[in-house]
């Protein structure tokens, strides 16, 4: 079985744009040709690749195929960029982030490589404890991630920890936590939850109460909007030293347990494929993180 360039820019095009007909616009050709592509694709391999949803999902069995189409466009690109030759277009490279990460320290170091490469990036943002999957699925590249074991055919450095600490408003830590921070009070307080995978306040719920508690909870799943809503009033949260510091500062906010924090160690897993421009990007991102996050555990 031989597997063609073209079925391969065809499924990764799908799966990136999401669905057939933005896959036709960004391959110039019509939907119909799309799907005729992934139908004979699908024909060859006997494996359904894509969940025909919107979003278009990619199967399990797609995750090879994907990461093979990724690796090739990388190595055209490398290779273009050696030889002085102009590829059909930019490089897109995919990477997966946690939210706080991107919100703090994570984009400028991007910003330098696409100054000097000639590449743009495709953003997924997700949980810390989720971005290892969308690796191991070929859906991108690289990922910060808090899994310390590398994913398969990838490599594994550490970039330091995220120090996060809970914090309201001082109205907010006067009403609902008079005497402290109680396990009786954390089972009233109203808190704030990124979105329903976002562990992190349950984490610290769970050290304070010793068992599970289930306080009324905000979700709000925007990093900025989160500080902002714990800013508000809205309820208390954990939340990482770039974000609460100003404020801290202000009087804004004030720590509600300054004894326990909850460190986050995050690492920077990647493809194990000799590449120069995916290695300037773990560069730049892994001088970026050791300049803003702390060292150890």
Same mark, same amino acid.
């Given at each position: 079985?031989?597997?063609?360039?073209?079925?391969?820019?065809?499924?990764?095009?799908?799966? *990136?744009?999401?669905? &057939?007909?933005?896959?036709?616009?960004?391959?110039?050709?019509?939907?119909?040709?799309?799907?005729?592509?992934?139908?004979?694709?699908?024909?060859?391999?006997?494996?359904?690749?894509?969940?025909?949803?919107?979003? +278009?999902?990619?199967?399990?069995?797609?995750?090879?195929?994907?990461?093979?189409?990724?690796?090739?466009?990388?190595?055209?690109?490398?290779?273009?960029?050696?030889?002085?030759?102009?590829?059909?277009?930019? @490089?897109?490279?995919?990477? !997966?982030?946690?939210?706080?990460?991107?919100?703090?320290?994570?984009?400028?170091?991007?910003?330098?490589?696409?100054?000097?490469?000639?590449?743009?990036?495709?953003?997924?943002?997700?949980?810390?404890?989720?971005?290892?999957?969308?690796?191991?699925?070929?859906?991108?590249?690289?990922?910060?991630? #808090?899994? #310390?074991?590398?994913?398969?055919?990838?490599?594994?450095?550490?970039?330091?920890?995220?120090? %996060?600490?809970?914090?309201?408003?001082?109205? =907010?830590? !006067?009403?609902? &936590?008079?005497?402290?921070?109680?396990?009786?009070?954390?089972?009233?307080?109203?808190?704030?939850? &990124?979105?329903?995978?976002?562990?992190?306040?349950?984490? %610290?719920?769970?050290? +304070?109460?010793?068992?599970?508690?289930?306080?009324?909870?905000? =979700?709000?799943?925007?990093?900025?909007? =989160?500080? @902002?809503?714990?800013?508000?009033?809205?309820?208390?949260?954990?939340?990482?030293?770039?974000?609460?510091?100003?404020?801290?500062?202000?009087?804004?906010?004030?720590?509600?347990?300054?004894?326990?924090?909850?460190?986050?160690?995050? %690492?920077?897993?990647?493809? *194990?494929?000799?590449?120069?421009?995916?290695?300037?990007?773990?560069?730049? +991102?892994?001088?970026?993180?050791?300049?803003?996050?702390?060292?150890?555990?």
């Amino acid at each position: 079985m031989r597997i063609q360039r073209e079925q391969l820019e065809t499924l990764a095009a799908v799966v *990136d744009a999401g669905t &057939f007909d933005a896959a036709a616009r960004r391959l110039g050709v019509t939907p119909s040709a799309i799907s005729q592509r992934m139908k004979a694709f699908e024909q060859q391999l006997g494996r359904v690749l894509v969940v025909r949803s919107k979003p +278009v999902r990619a199967t399990e069995s797609a995750a090879p195929l994907l990461r093979l189409a990724r690796q090739l466009a990388l190595l055209e690109h490398d290779a273009g960029t050696a030889l002085g030759v102009d590829g059909d277009g930019e @490089l897109s490279i995919p990477l !997966a982030v946690n939210a706080d990460s991107m919100a703090s320290w994570f984009l400028p170091p991007l910003a330098r490589v696409a100054a000097e490469h000639r590449v743009t990036f495709d953003l997924h943002r997700e949980d810390q404890e989720h971005t290892a999957a969308l690796l191991a699925a070929g859906t991108v590249m690289a990922a910060v991630t #808090s899994q #310390s074991r590398a994913v398969p055919g990838c490599t594994v450095t550490a970039l330091g920890a995220m120090e %996060y600490r809970a914090v309201a408003t001082p109205e =907010f830590a !006067a009403r609902w &936590f008079p005497r402290g921070i109680t396990a009786d009070a954390v089972a009233d307080a109203p808190m704030l939850d &990124f979105d329903r995978d976002d562990e992190l306040q349950s984490r %610290y719920l769970r050290l +304070v109460a010793r068992g599970d508690v289930h306080p009324p909870r905000h =979700f709000v799943p925007a990093s900025a909007d =989160f500080a @902002l809503a714990v800013t508000l009033g809205l309820g208390w949260a954990m939340l990482p030293d770039a974000q609460a510091d100003a404020p801290r500062r202000s009087g804004a906010l004030v720590d509600l347990d300054p004894a326990r924090p909850i460190r986050v160690p995050l %690492y920077w897993q990647q493809w *194990d494929l000799r590449s120069p421009v995916l290695d300037a990007v773990a560069g730049e +991102v892994l001088a970026a993180a050791r300049a803003s996050l702390v060292s150890g555990r």
